[in-house]
């Protein structure tokens, strides 16, 4: 099949969290499964610096845009997945993130940013920007693609869509000055289209009119057809309930993984674990813990934000400093976090170790030097992070919710008797709830023989990509 990938990251090009591992992975996955897939992103000038050879491959106006689309040529990596850059300098070509300025406030102008990023989506999927390529299939992601649908359903030969949502609560909400500014269709603004609560939404265009949707987890389909964690679409979606279906992302192996990660001092395997316990050390000298292997070492990586429940971590600190364990935490975010951290830090020298930033290699270290993750998450529409710490045997403590119940096996009898056990689940969103998980999990690892049998089990799993991306592929052959 032909299938347009629409994504406003993808590693290793360009990423901030999920979305971005998801759009570099799963079009790789499908290209080994013989698809011809391309990925469309947007020219962010940071991309376009580090692939200098991207030739322009076709040139189209747009409207809205200040400039004509160049649309340029490239490959992921190399030898890698085709992929086109949507180079609107005016746009893109700018210094910060792909959503934000350097000072982290959100691009005055991403409305225009991502309409027109959309506009060049749909020329290219409607066949007519000049590729000679219509795909059999457009797959969007998350509302920067949101006004794909609603515009590509009005052309007479469109190719279907699916839209998957990898986090709901960012919706692409803008005013309707902004909606007549952008030029849409006036049709377009209806509260059975993109209207939303007076302002228009990004997102619902994609909720609405995409021919299927997806979700990154079964229970995340399951509940944002709630108002709970619907976030006011929740109405929208269980009108479309009978087209929205859960796949799980997968993991890179080929990136995430002890036996052949590149980016940690020391190599290991289920059968051979020595390199985690030298990673430990490693661990504790690079976060200014002290250096005891005998004492447990929880670790954090993530947005500091609410829905990761860092702040349940925080508040759950006295508690969890009162046993004999060590926490190792990476994370950036909103500032009252990263501050209330570096003093949480401050307090506890030796025993808690922060790390403020965005450090991919110190990632991977705390992934393999742990000895168990938390993950007390509000809502998770999937995450990867418990799945690399699967991997890399460290236990995930996680709330149940989301992609989290889904992949992690709580420890309680049956599941330790039947060897399915891969971790620690607990329910509540509270501080008392997490701190509760940790002494489960710590009351297993004071019983040597018992915490090795439930590394075996989560080491054992597997959360390839082959797996979603043969159940994407199964989904674009329906439609
Ligand atoms: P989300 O997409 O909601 O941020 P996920 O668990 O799906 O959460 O994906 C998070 C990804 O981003 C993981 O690959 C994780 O390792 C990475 N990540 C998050 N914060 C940091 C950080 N401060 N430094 C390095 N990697 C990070």
Known sequence: MKILFAASE??????????????????AALERLHQDVRVILPAYRHILERLPEATVVAEFPVPGSPEPVRLRRATLVKDGVPV????????????????????GRDWYDNALRFATFCRAVVRVAANHAGLDWA????????????????LLIREPRRPPMVFTIHNLAYQGVFTRDTFQYLGLPPELWSMYALEFYGGFSFIKGGLVFADRLTTVSPTYAREICTPEFGAGLDGVLRGRADRL??????????????????????????????????????????????????????????????????????????????????LAILGNGEARFEAAFRTAAERRPGRL???IGYDESLAHLVEAGCDAFLMP?????????????????????????????????DADGKSIRSGAATGFVFDEPTPDALASGVRRALERYRRPP?????????????????????????????I
Request: proline share 7%; charged share 20%.
């Open 84 to 103: 086109y850059l949507v180079d609107v300098p005016a746009l893109f070509d700018r210094a910060g993130g792909p959503y934000s300025d350097p000072q």
């Open 10 to 27: 993808a590693h290793p090009l360009i990423k901030t969290g999920g979305l971005g591992d998801v759009a570099g992975s799963l079009p």
């Open 377 to 409: 998450s509000r809502f998770e529409p999937c995450g990867l992070s418990q799945l690399y710490s699967l991997r890399y045997g460290t236990i995930p403590v996680v709330r149940r919710t989301g992609g989290l119940a889904d992949t992690v096996v």
């Open 245 to 326: 279906e859960g796949i799980l992302n997968g993991v890179d192996y080929r990136v995430w993984d002890p036996g052949r990660d590149t980016l940690i001092p020391h190599r290991y395997t289920a059968h051979a674990m020595q390199g985690k316990q030298r990673d430990k050390i490693a661990l504790q000298k690079r976060m200014g813990l002290t250096v005891e292997p005998r004492v447990p070492l929880f670790g954090h990586i993530g947005r500091m934000v609410e829905q990761k429940g860092v702040d349940l971590i925080l508040d759950a600190l006295p508690a969890l400093m009162t046993e004999d364990l060590q």
């Open 353 to 355: 170790g922060v790390h």
């Open 135 to 150: 795909p059999d299939v457009v797959h969007c992601n998350d509302w920067q693609t949101g006004l794909v649908p609603p």
């Open 450 to 478: 018992a915490w090795r049998n439930l590394i075996g089990n989560a080491m054992r799993q597997d959360f390839s990509w082959r797996r979603s991306a043969q159940a994407y592929l199964a989904l674009y052959r329906r």
